[in-house]
């Protein structure tokens, strides 16, 4: 087999492609030297070799020590030097590179090959013996912490004796000869340790290193890191070993990194820094500041301290014409490496660079309209997640933090106010124009209209799918939901986080993005929906196939859907429009009615509101799709809750309020999430249905008059689990139809359709078929009722899964393709048994997650729908996957 691949002076056994062979490193290095780009020479061990040491207990295989020795040869010839050898010294570098870049989880040896009589050499070569003893000691302290597994703070404790003996302040200060003593020093204190000293076999050390390397794969720092970020074990880690180029070798040496755009804000202009008279590990250790690479960089940042344009300017043009040429070649920023030994420049390494959501954007548009990506490429860049982070404001990166708390980045975005505990007092504030966050232990339905005054909501209770989540996600507020560490004291009007106490109309910031709660007001930035952000929604909309709309009730969430570029209302809620202003009373009044009569009548005050919220979502959607959902929670959502509300309504019923208070609590439920809700309730109260029904098609009615678009409105029952239940809500559904085409003379073309979101439905869809004409998934319940765990309860114990690594996500965040997944297939296929066109969409939560679009594509889904805001990150995950 073989396990050893070389690389330098201008050509490579490997290439970019072999990525899962030579890991990322490993790879790039071959192809830049296939690019003849300066690149000390040297090979790379496999990560099947690595695979191979971890199968065969930490052994390697018989034939790669004689390719390591053959590889080793192949450095020999390009440099002329020889590993060991101290009339031609060479040293090496050993680094680990996996096939996903894994920053600073696995280990690295610089200057391997030193020893008691090589530093002499070294000495020698260089000219330079402070450099070599200095190199040397870096060597120890390296080698003995990576490879042989003694703390870094033992020989932190040299130095700094050593310094305090010699009454200096910097390392900088040391000479030849005191390093020689800390080299000393540490060689007694390794004997201490392990009897037999600190190796001095350049053979052994590069063994010792290689080995090292293979093992770091399995710290538990880089188990974690592959755990994060789904990279699986098999894939094993590369090493690379190669030949030490010196930036530390005086001041026309230097080291640093670069990228070849701005990564902050994908600007085209090259962005770096680099130390003069410095190795790789200074720059990283942040203790003297680096200086910008380019004039440019170095004016905009204020810096007297010369860039290197100025100070070495052959070096610098070459550099230039090297990340030009990387980055065409790779058709993507780059992020590399380099260091100067000597005035002469070597490339260490290259790849993509990472970079904020707004910088992808840009680079990917720049890039298409450079014609070096296409526009399907460049979609495809774009992680439709990171979005969030351009549609909302979000806290400026450089600002600084004052977290108090952390809960679930429920709702994206950042979000400054005063602290309000409740939803009367947030809408005072912003008729008085003040800014707010609602702080809540929980939300419930009566709190909309807080949360719509509210700048932002914060909840100290409740999941991703609590309805503070939803409904926030919903309105494109900021939320953070579940902060367990904080407490609300509504008596007090405190907020109380560990050791602090705010009180009402202090200032806090939120940022929904990662669930973080701060005292005060924070810088933000402003989102861009025009420019890049629309060239890459045009590309996204020519590569889709399945279509978006948007889950919207309000006229406000409408319009902004649709500046979203929704196409249609997937879901409305319409149990949300009866909580507005004095409806709510109306519709208290019927819940409570004694009989069917007294329900009537509260449902003729509510008909012509309901018709009129028709009709203007109808006309904001202009001929667009819409579904109207009937009326889903439990009724003791909409009950009256003080002594207030219950007078107000057995007044307008002319009963007295004792004896509301009885029937309130009979419709109380044990468990009203599996209780009287959904087509539950038009079954037991069609007359709600029928109000529903009639206010829909009197609504489409008019709304085609006045817009000249006729609508077609989609009526959908929710929680259907039985085809009779569906059956005798349509039945009412479609004698309703018949009814206002009679009266108003006109047809109307309409589907009636249901929710799948129970396990049932979905075992039954290919029946349920048979009166359906559209399915729409409600996975928030169908994810519920499959797992058999209650959405709102979920967050106390589903973190403390995935912890365990029993779950890898929150099922009810992303899909679970196994399980629920499993059932929207089947209902998929079934449905379609039945019948052939039925239309197909999914309008739970999951319809605005990227991965979960793909499953929708996969299974064939027609839409996706999710909240407004979420609609570009739809329509660009749905042209990923469809492509
Ligand atoms: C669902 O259950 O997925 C759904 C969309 O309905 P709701 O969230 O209103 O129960
Ligand atoms: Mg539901």
């Known amino acids: 087999t073989k396990w050893v691949y070389t690389f330098g002076d201008g050509s490579a056994e490997g290439r970019a492609g072999d990525k899962s062979l030579l890991g990322g490193k490993g790879a790039n290095l071959a192809e830049m030297c296939n690019l003849g780009l300066p690149v000390p020479p040297g090979f790379t061990i496999t990560t099947e070799a690595c695979n191979w040491y971890y199968a065969n207990g930490k052994t390697y295989p018989d034939d790669l020590r004689?390719?390591?020795?053959?590889?080793?040869?192949?450095?020999?010839?390009?440099?002329?030097?020889?590993?060991?050898?101290?009339?031609?010294?060479?040293?090496?570098?050993?680094?680990?590179?996996?096939?996903?870049?894994?920053?600073?989880?696995?280990?690295?040896?610089?200057?391997?090959?030193?020893?008691?009589?090589?530093?002499?050499?070294?000495?020698?070569?260089?000219?330079?013996?402070?450099?070599?003893?200095?190199?040397?000691?870096?060597?120890?302290?390296?080698?003995?912490?990576?490879?042989?597994?003694?703390?870094?703070?033992?020989?932190?404790?040299?130095?700094?004796?050593?310094?305090?003996?010699?009454?200096?302040?910097?390392?900088?200060?040391?000479?030849?000869?005191?390093?020689?003593?800390?080299?000393?020093?540490?060689?007694?204190?390794?004997?201490?340790?392990?009897?037999?000293?600190?190796?001095?076999?350049?053979?052994?050390?590069?063994?010792?290193?290689?080995?090292?390397?293979?093992?770091?794969?399995?710290?538990?720092?880089?188990?974690?890191?592959?755990?994060?970020?789904?990279?699986?074990?098999?894939?094993?880690?590369?090493?690379?070993?190669?030949?030490?180029?010196?930036?530390?070798?005086?001041?026309?040496?230097?080291?640093?990194?670069?990228?070849?755009?701005?990564?902050?804000?994908?600007?085209?202009?090259?962005?770096?820094?680099?130390?003069?008279?410095?190795?790789?590990?200074?720059?990283?250790?942040?203790?003297?500041?680096?200086?910008?690479?380019?004039?440019?960089?170095?004016?905009?940042?204020?810096?007297?301290?010369?860039s290197l344009q100025k100070l070495m300017p052959q070096v610098f043009s070459d550099f230039v014409g090297i990340c030009e040429r990387l980055e065409k070649h790779y058709r993507d920023m780059q992020d590399v490496e380099f260091t100067i030994e000597r005035g002469k420049l070597w490339m260490l390494q290259t790849r993509s660079g990472k970079r904020t959501a707004r910088a992808a954007l840009k680079i990917a548009v720049d890039m298409a309209n450079e014609e070096l990506i296409s526009q399907e490429e460049a979609v495809a860049r774009i992680d439709p997640a990171s979005l969030d982070q351009l549609l909302h404001p979000t806290i400026d990166p450089k600002a600084k933090r004052d977290v108090i708390g952390v809960g679930l980045p429920a709702s994206p975005g950042a979000a400054t106010g005063e602290i309000v505990f409740t939803s009367e007092e947030a809408e005072d504030a912003r008729q008085s124009g003040r800014k707010v966050i609602l702080v809540r232990v929980e939300t419930s339905p009566e709190d909309i209209h807080g949360m719509h005054a509210a700048e932002g909501i914060l909840t100290t209770r409740g999941g991703m799918t609590s309805h503070a989540a939803v409904v926030a996600r919903g309105m494109g507020k900021p939320c953070v939901s579940g902060a367990g560490s904080l407490r609300v004291d509504y008596r007090s009007e405190t907020l109380i986080a560990a050791g602090r106490t705010l009180k009402k109309g202090d200032i806090i910031t939120i940022d929904g993005g990662n669930g973080q709660v701060l005292a005060g007001a924070v810088d933000m930035l402003q989102p861009e929906l025009s420019g890049d952000f629309a060239a890459i929604m045009e590309w996204a909309d020519k590569a889709r196939r399945m279509k978006v709309r948007a889950n919207a009730e309000t006229p406000a969430d409408a319009r902004m859907a649709r500046s979203f570029g929704a196409e249609g209302i997937g879901l409305c809620r319409t149990e949300h429009m009866f909580f507005e202003g004095d409806r709510i009373i109306a519709m208290r009044e019927m819940i409570l009615a004694a009989d069917e009569k007294g329900r009537r009548a509260a449902l003729a005050k509510l008909l012509p509101m309901q018709r009129s919220d028709f009709v203007e979502l109808f006309e904001i959607m202009a001929g667009l799709p819409v579904t109207i959902r009937l009326l889903d929670p439990p009724l003791h959502e909409f009950l009256p809750k003080t002594e207030k509300e219950f007078e107000e309504v057995a007044h307008v019923l002319g009963v007295p309020a004792e004896t509301l208070r009885h029937r309130s609590e009979a419709l109380h439920e044990f468990n009203p999430m599996l209780g009287h809700r959904g087509c539950r309730l038009a079954v037991s109260y069609p007359e709600i249905a029928e109000m529903q029904a009639r206010a829909i098609f009197e609504a489409a009615v008019q709304a085609g008059r006045d817009t000249g678009k006729p609508v077609v409105p989609e009526v959908m029952v929710p929680?259907?689990?039985?085809?009779?239940?569906?059956?005798?809500?349509?039945?009412?559904?479609?004698?309703?139809?018949?009814?206002?085409?009679?009266?108003?003379?006109?047809?109307?073309?309409?589907?009636?359709?249901?929710?799948?979101?129970?396990?049932?439905?979905?075992?039954?869809?290919?029946?349920?078929?048979?009166?359906?004409?559209?399915?729409?998934?409600?996975?928030?319940?169908?994810?519920?009722?499959?797992?058999?765990?209650?959405?709102?309860?979920?967050?106390?114990?589903?973190?403390?899964?995935?912890?365990?690594?029993?779950?890898?996500?929150?099922?009810?965040?992303?899909?679970?393709?196994?399980?629920?997944?499993?059932?929207?297939?089947?209902?998929?296929?079934?449905?379609?048994?039945?019948?052939?066109?039925?239309?197909?969409?999914?309008?739970?939560?999951?319809?605005?997650?990227?991965?979960?679009?793909?499953?929708?594509?996969?299974?064939?889904?027609?839409?996706?729908?999710?909240?407004?805001?979420?609609?570009?990150?739809?329509?660009?995950?749905?042209?990923?996957?469809?492509?």
């Not at 538990?220 to 030490?244: C, F, K």
């Open 66 to 306: 004689e390719q390591v020795e053959a590889a080793l040869g192949h450095i020999a010839r390009i440099t002329g030097r020889r590993f060991g050898d101290p009339e031609r010294l060479l040293l090496v570098s050993v680094r680990s590179g996996a096939r996903a870049s894994m920053p600073g989880m696995m280990d690295t040896v610089l200057n391997l090959g030193l020893n008691d009589v090589t530093v002499e050499a070294l000495a020698r070569d260089s000219g330079d013996e402070r450099f070599a003893y200095d190199s040397y000691r870096r060597f120890i302290q390296m080698y003995s912490n990576v490879v042989l597994g003694l703390d870094h703070e033992m020989f932190e404790e040299i130095l700094e004796e050593e310094k305090a003996r010699m009454g200096y302040e910097l390392d900088t200060e040391f000479s030849a000869g005191d390093w020689r003593v800390v080299v000393d020093s540490y060689k007694a204190r390794i004997e201490e340790e392990l009897p037999d000293g600190f190796p001095q076999q350049p053979e052994e050390q590069l063994w010792g290193a290689i080995g090292a390397v293979f093992s770091s794969w399995m710290n538990a720092r880089a188990i974690t890191y592959r755990r994060l970020h789904d990279i699986p074990e098999s894939w094993g880690t590369a090493v690379n070993v190669q030949a030490m180029v010196f930036g530390n070798m005086g001041d026309t040496s230097a080291t640093g990194v670069a990228f070849t755009r701005n990564p902050s804000t994908g600007e085209k202009a090259l962005y770096g820094e680099f130390l003069v008279n410095a190795q790789g590990e200074d720059v990283v250790a942040g203790i003297r500041t680096p200086q910008n690479i380019t004039e440019r960089a170095r004016i905009d940042a204020g810096s007297d301290k010369p």
């Open 719 to 883: 929680l259907v689990g039985l085809k009779t239940e569906l059956d005798f809500v349509k039945a009412r559904i479609d004698e309703v139809a018949r009814n206002v085409m009679e009266e108003t003379g006109e047809t109307i073309e309409y589907l009636t359709g249901t929710m799948i979101e129970l396990p049932r439905a979905a075992v039954r869809a290919h029946v349920i078929a048979e009166s359906a004409e559209f399915f729409s998934f409600g996975t928030n319940d169908l994810t519920q009722t499959t797992f058999g765990i209650s959405r709102d309860d979920a967050a106390m114990f589903l973190e403390t899964y995935r912890k365990k690594g029993m779950l890898e996500q929150d099922p009810f965040v992303s899909i679970d393709v196994d399980g629920v997944g499993e059932l929207v297939r089947m209902a998929t296929e079934k449905g379609r048994t039945t019948r052939p066109a039925i239309k197909l969409g999914i309008c739970g939560e999951h319809g605005g997650d990227p991965a979960s679009i793909r499953f929708c594509e996969e299974v064939g889904l027609d839409y996706v729908s999710c909240s407004p805001f979420r609609v570009p990150i739809a329509r660009l995950a749905a042209a990923q996957a469809a492509v």
